[in-house]
C-alpha cells in the first residue's frame, strides 16, 4: 500500500528492462531481414529473432551458412538477449518478492472501490482522532473514503477494524489527493490531522474544490479555529473541549453518559441520534408524524423537529405535520435510518 511515487520507482527497472527486450527484438527482426537481401519477409525475420532469443533451436529461416557477418549477428544477439532476459527475471522475481505486485492490486481495488463512491465522507488523517471517526462511520454504515499518508498506519486501521474500506495514500493537503478520493461528489469531509496549520490547509483546499461540502475540522489552538472558519469550515471542533465536557458530564449526569455510552456500544441494534431531513417532492411531505412513525419501523423514535425558519420542537406530538425543509432529529438503527431516508427523497 505505497503511494504512486513509489509504485513508479519499483516498476521503472522492470519497465527498462522490458523495455530493451522489445528493443533487441526490433534490432534483431531488421537485422536479419537485411542479412535476408530481400529473400525473406518481416514475419521470417521476427520468426528467426524469436527462436534466437529464446533459444528453442528450431530450424533457420535465413540461410546463415557462408555468411559470417549473419552468425557474428547472430552470436551479438543471442548474448545480449539471454543476458537481458536473465536480468529481466530478476527483476521480475524481485518486483513479486518485495510485494510490489500486491501493492499494485491493492491500488487497484481500491481505485475501483472509490470510482464507485457517490455522497460519501473524505476523512483526512488516521490517527486517533481518524480512527474514531472511520469506526463511527463503519458502525452506521455510511460509505466514507480515508486519506492517509502513512501505509503502515493505513494497514494498522484494517487490522483493528477488520474491514478493508477504501483509502488514498497520499498528503491530504494536496489536491490531488483529494480528488482522488472524489471529493466533487462527496457530502462531507472531516479534517482530523494533528496538526491544526494542516486542517486549515485542507480546508481550504476542499472548499475551493466542492462550494456544497459540508467539511468539520479538528482544532486544538482557538485562533486557529476562527480562521477554520473563515476558510470554509462548517463547524470546527476541539478534542479539549469535548474532553471537558464529557468530564463534568461523568461528574453532574453520570446515569445520561452511562445511557449514551450503552446505546453507542450496542454492537446489534446500534442505535445512534440521527438527522434527516424532509426533501422537496418527498411523499411526507404533507403527512403526519405519526403516518412516518407507523411506516417505520420500531428502531425509529423522533425526539425533535427543525422547522425550516430554525425553530426546534421538542417532543413532538404524532399529529405534527411534516414538510419540506424540516430537519427530523431521531433515535435509530442504520436500517431505520435508510428506510427514513428513503422516504425523505423525493
Not at 518481416?42 to 540461410?63: H, K, Q, R, S
Not at 487497484?108 to 465522507?121: A, E, F, Q, S
Not at 494533528?194 to 474544490?209: E, H, M, W
Request: charged share 25%; hydrophobic share 45%; proline share 4%.
Amino acid at each position: 500500500m505505497s503511494s504512486s511515487p513509489r509504485r513508479t520507482d519499483a516498476r521503472t527497472p522492470l519497465m527498462r528492462t522490458a523495455a530493451s527486450i522489445g528493443l533487441l527484438f526490433a534490432i534483431g527482426t531488421v537485422g536479419y531481414f537485411v542479412i535476408g537481401q530481400g529473400t525473406v519477409s518481416p514475419v521470417d525475420a521476427l520468426y528467426m529473432t524469436v527462436i534466437t532469443l529464446t533459444t528453442v533451436g528450431y530450424g533457420e529461416v535465413v540461410d546463415l551458412s557462408g555468411n559470417p557477418a549473419g552468425r557474428l549477428f547472430t552470436m551479438a544477439l543471442l548474448l545480449i538477449g539471454v543476458g537481458t532476459f536473465i536480468y529481466f527475471v530478476s527483476n521480475l522475481t524481485a518486483f513479486m518478492v518485495e510485494g510490489n505486485l500486491e501493492k499494485i492490486l491493492w491500488s487497484r481495488r481500491m481505485k475501483n472501490k472509490i470510482g464507485k463512491l457517490k455522497g460519501h465522507t473524505i476523512v483526512c488523517g488516521g490517527g486517533h482522532t481518524g480512527e474514531a471517526v472511520l469506526r463511527e462511520l463503519l458502525e452506521t454504515e455510511r460509505p466514507f473514503v480515508l486519506v492517509e499518508h502513512d501505509p503502515a498506519r493505513v494497514a494498522q486501521l484494517v487490522a483493528l477494524t477488520g474491514v478493508e474500506f477504501p483509502v488514498v495514500i497520499g498528503d491530504a493537503t494536496e489536491d490531488e489527493c483529494l480528488e482522488r478520493a472524489k471529493i466533487g461528489e462527496a457530502e462531507g469531509l472531516v479534517a482530523t490531522i494533528s496538526n491544526d496549520k494542516d486542517n486549515l490547509i485542507v480546508t481550504v483546499s476542499a472548499r475551493l474544490l466542492n462550494d456544497d461540502l459540508r467539511i468539520i475540522a479538528r482544532c486544538i489552538d482557538k485562533k486557529v479555529g476562527d480562521k477554520l472558519m473563515k476558510a470554509g469550515a462548517n463547524a470546527v471542533v476541539s478534542p479539549n473541549l469535548i474532553g471537558g465536557l464529557r468530564m463534568v458530564s461523568e461528574l453532574v449526569r453520570p446515569a445520561a453518559v452511562s445511557f449514551l455510552d450503552l446505546m453507542l456500544r450496542d454492537k446489534d441494534r446500534r442505535l445512534r441520534v440521527e438527522e434527516v431531513t424532509v426533501r422537496h417532492g418527498s411523499p411526507l411531505v404533507g403527512r403526519t408524524l405519526g403516518d412516518l412513525e407507523a411506516t417505520a419501523s420500531r428502531d425509529v423514535l423522533v425526539v425533535a423537529l427543525r422547522q425550516q425558519d430554525g425553530a426546534w420542537v421538542y417532543n413532538p406530538e404524532d399529529a405534527t405535520p411534516l414538510h419540506a425543509g424540516m430537519a427530523l432529529v431521531l433515535i435509530g438503527s442504520p436500517a431505520g435510518r435508510r428506510l427514513v431516508e428513503a422516504e425523505a427523497m423525493p
